[in-house]
């Protein structure tokens, strides 16, 4: 049994043992079909394996699914930051973001429609009298929460962010280094779909302060990103095929200022996500607590992202 995920239950089943010979087997968490479109995130496998940004998929199942395991050790607070991953990291990144849509299609980015849904399932109160009180007293209400998405989706969705295929969830245990081979892979794909190339960057950078012990000083600098974002854009311009040069500094720059008002998006979805998981699901895990640290620093990030302004 693994144990760092808090949303399902995941098993590693092997023949004698052997650690080079297993598969997992993944099964859903309670509730969790309210949240997660379970044929998305399908289709998105099987879309990541055809490009080879997956790992093969054996069989699904009513409630769970079986696929390749992916040798290797999950990325922590400390490793993620560290060079070499994050060069390996953007180079992974870019390549699943330069996926083109099926069929020619223009795809629409999802997180709108998933915040409105996840609005409308959040609890308006939790059984345990104690949490309901913590509850009542830290998480604002749905109108508030209402006004801040409408408020959010406004803003934000007419940066001129890209629109690409998404992981959506690369907290740090999402990510696999294989240091035999100097391989980094990412895994789970639940929340996978197109949305906003800043919305997946911006996500990525919120979990640098992990989940269990979640610590916000561990959000990255300004100077740390700009490097991390303009190695990425030479990678992401690689492979979607543009020959007019290198990034610019302003192409760097405007992607940090939609990547840092796209992690407003990100603290406030998560947060949503964690009030529906501390009503519905049965996995141990202090998920109210988890929502009010989520939209907590929503609050103290927004007035500063929010001013933020693109390069002319």
Not at 211 to 217: A, L
Request: glycine share 6%; proline share 4%.
């Amino acid at each position: 049994m693994f144990t760092d995920g808090i949303t399902n239950k995941l098993v590693g089943c092997s023949v004698d043992d052997d650690p080079c010979d297993v598969v997992l087997i993944r099964i859903y968490g309670n509730k969790t079909e309210l949240f997660v479109d379970r044929d998305a995130e399908l289709r998105s496998f099987q879309l990541l394996q055809a490009h080879g940004c997956a790992p093969r998929l054996y069989t699904t199942f009513v409630n769970g699914l079986c696929y390749e395991f992916v040798p290797g050790g999950v990325l922590d607070t400390h490793l993620v930051r560290q060079p070499h991953i994050c060069r390996l990291t953007t180079q992974e990144l870019a390549r699943v973001h330069a996926i083109h849509a099926h069929n020619g299609c223009v795809p629409t980015p999802l997180i709108w429609m998933k915040l409105r849904k996840y609005l409308s399932l959040i609890p308006t109160s939790l059984t345990h009298p104690d949490t309901n009180a913590r509850f009542e007293r830290e998480i604002p209400s749905r109108a508030e929460l209402q006004r801040e998405m409408d408020e959010l989706h406004e803003h934000l969705s007419g940066l001129g962010s890209p629109i690409v295929l998404c992981h959506n969830d690369l907290l740090v245990k999402n990510v696999i280094f294989n240091e035999d081979i100097d391989e980094l892979k990412f895994i789970d794909y639940e929340y996978s779909g197109y949305n906003y190339q800043a919305y997946d960057i911006g996500n990525h950078f919120n979990e640098f302060a992990g989940v269990s012990d979640v610590d916000y000083s561990l959000y990255p600098s300004k100077e740390f990103q700009l490097g991390w974002l303009h190695t990425y854009l030479v990678a992401y311009h690689g492979f979607i095929g543009r020959t007019d040069g290198p990034p610019s500094a302003r192409d760097v720059e405007k992607l940090y200022v939609q990547v840092s008002k796209f992690s407003l998006v990100s603290n406030f979805f998560w947060g949503l996500w964690a009030l529906i998981q501390a009503k519905f699901s049965n996995i141990e895990f202090d998920f109210l607590g988890y929502a009010i640290i989520r939209l907590n620093q929503y609050r103290n990030t927004k007035a500063a992202y929010m001013a933020l302004e693109l390069p002319a």
